[in-house]
């Protein structure tokens, strides 16, 4: 085993020798111990820093007919900030455990401040299964990886994208909206009653995706409570 894991080592060595991990925002090499992301940057990241806030932007975001008891989100995203590549790299250039790793740290930065105290379950926002066949992975499962490594809570696999639904990105508030409506449901409601449950997921904009995931909740499992966590959070304030 010593031996075995002496040459795993070395050949990890020799590959970083050829093809030097870098920082995913400046793109310098990464040392040590770091990982995704250089300590500068990682100093430097813009942190929303609400999770401690009762009734923080993201609450109001997502103000409608399910009660949200907790909102978290780790660093602003925004066009022009580098820090989005954070995203984009997880979500788009095929290395989903960028976001694994940069859940397990946030998480790490904010499970003593008792975000996670009395949760129960981990559940991520869905890709419909041909999106998902389509790009490989679904992001938001490793962000809930990332999290339930640092918290010991236990992933729920119940939400479902009952149907695909097309790209965000260059939608308004409305139309995100207007796509998001019936897309989502529960396959066994029973696993999530009475249970509080961290919905997860990989940025936030207008709410649409988030919200349409906790009204797929609420109606299937009414007495179930509902957290939200995210990597990045647009600030539209």
Excluded at 67 to 85: C, D, K, L, Q, S
Excluded at 111 to 130: E, K, T
Excluded at 190 to 207: F, R, S, Y
């Amino acid at each position: 085993m010593g031996l075995s894991h002496s040459i795993r080592k070395w050949a990890s060595d020799l590959l970083s020798m050829i093809y030097p991990e870098c920082c995913e925002v400046c793109g310098t090499r990464l040392v040590g111990d770091e990982k995704v992301i250089c300590t500068g940057c990682y100093l430097e990241m813009p942190r929303c820093n609400i999770h401690d806030n009762s009734f923080n932007t993201l609450h109001q975001r997502l103000a409608g007919h399910v009660v949200i008891e907790r909102a978290a989100g780790y660093f602003y995203y925004y066009r022009g900030n580098p820090y989005t590549r954070l995203i984009h790299v997880a979500k788009y250039n095929g290395r989903p455990e960028t976001g694994r790793e940069l859940a397990a740290r946030f998480a790490d930065e904010i499970i003593n401040d008792g975000f996670f105290d009395g949760m129960d379950l981990i559940v991520s926002v869905p890709l419909h299964r041909f999106k998902k066949l389509k790009r490989g992975y679904n992001q938001t499962e490793y962000i809930a990886e990332g999290i339930a490594r640092k918290t010991g809570l236990v992933i729920n696999r119940n939400l479902i994208a009952l149907k695909p639904h097309s790209s965000q990105t260059r939608k308004n508030a409305f139309e995100r909206w207007k796509n998001s409506l019936d897309i989502y449901g529960v396959k066994n409601p029973e696993e999530l009653e009475n249970k509080h449950v961290l919905l997860v997921d990989d940025v936030i904009t207008t709410g649409s995706t988030m919200l349409a995931c906790c009204e797929a909740i609420h109606r299937a499992a009414p007495s179930a409570t509902i957290s939200v966590i995210a990597l990045g959070v647009t600030n539209l304030t």
